[in-house]
């Protein structure tokens, strides 16, 4: 028994070794793409739940790495924890408000959300340089909406409390992200301060077939209205979610039923040609 336990601990710690060797080389990888302005802002269209028109962009991120466009579930984490995210960030979010004030001057109403880690978000300089940089591309705050992953919101509450309502008092929006994930309990939601709920993907793509009003996606919509936010449903694939959701009066629709995230180049034809995506 010894024998084999020995031999276990050896096979763990070469695989421990490979791990530790690949985050090295990864984290060195994003180093040189924040050097190289390899991250690059791709947008997903919101759109009116009524009219299917364009509302609002949804900012993702995007590697433009060895040839190929990573998403950001392969360099989000491992920014974080080495430490660049904040360098990331500052690189999508220069190049996403120079795109979005040339957007702006077509379609003053477009809103902008972008996706803030809790990491970021607490770092005490957060908002003033969040405010230099919309000032500098002369973004008004009012256009724009911070997402904030209900799960982070609910592990970070003291603190996130404070900072939901300096982004308040600056006129910044506030989303939260993938709600319904998060496991809040409702009597949080009451005391913080955002504008809108996006209802999580898992629990639109659980509409189908008869709707009798008790699938989550219809509860949530339901209990935004109460709480007279704004409410998003992201994941729409279907004529008919789209249908049901906006039956249920959600307000925004989003999902690749209506687009992909898309270039900026892409987004620049969509507005230059008008308003339907
Ligand atoms: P999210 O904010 O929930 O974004 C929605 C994700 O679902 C996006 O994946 C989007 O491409 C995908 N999606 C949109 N419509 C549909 C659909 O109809 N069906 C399906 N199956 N998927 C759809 P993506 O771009 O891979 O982003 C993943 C997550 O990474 C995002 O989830 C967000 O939490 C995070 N993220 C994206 N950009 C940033 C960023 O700049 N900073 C930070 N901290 N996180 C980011
Ligand atoms: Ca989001
Ligand atoms: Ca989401
Ligand atoms: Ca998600």
Redo the contacts with the bound molecule.
């Keep these: 028994a010894k024998k084999v336990a020995r031999s276990n601990y050896q096979f763990y710690s070469v695989e421990l070794d490979k791990d530790a060797e690949f985050k090295i080389e990864q984290e060195s990888a994003i180093a040189k793409g924040i050097k190289n302005s390899e991250f690059i802002p791709y947008y ?1 269209p919101v759109v009116n739940a009524q009219s299917f028109l364009l509302e609002k962009l ?4 995007r590697w433009d790495h060895d040839g190929e466009l990573a ?3 392969q360099f ?1 984490a491992t920014a974080e924890e080495a430490n660049l ?1 904040g360098k990331v ?1 500052e690189q ?1 979010l220069q190049k996403a408000f120079r795109d979005f004030s040339s957007w702006l001057e077509k379609m003053p109403s477009l809103t902008l959300s ?4 809790v990491l ?1 978000l607490i770092e005490p300089e957060f908002i003033d340089i969040f405010l230099c940089s919309l000032k500098r591309f002369n973004v008004p705050p009012i256009n724009v909406e911070i ?1 904030i ?1 209900e799960s982070s919101l609910v592990s970070n509450l003291d603190t996130m409390k404070q900072t939901l309502l300096d982004l308040k008092s600056h006129g910044i929006r506030v989303a939260i ?2 709600f319904g994930t998060g496991y809040s309990s409702l009597s949080y939601l009451k005391h913080l301060s955002f504008d809108t709920i996006k209802v999580d ?1 898992k629990f639109v793509s659980d509409l189908t077939g008869n709707i009798d009003g008790g699938e989550l996606a219809i509860v949530i919509v339901h209990m935004a209205q109460s709480l007279q936010v704004n409410c998003v449903a ?4 279907t004529a008919e979610q789209a249908r049901i959701l906006a039956d249920a009066g959600c307000h925004q629709l ?4 209506f687009s ?2 898309k270039s900026a180049r892409a987004i620049d034809s969509i507005i230059e040609a008008g308003v339907s995506i």
């Design positions: 997903q949804e900012m993702l991120a998403g950001p579930h989000i995210i960030c999508l972008v996706n803030i880690s970021q997402e992953t992200d993938d993907q992201e994941g729409v694939e989003q999902g690749y039923y992909k995230p």
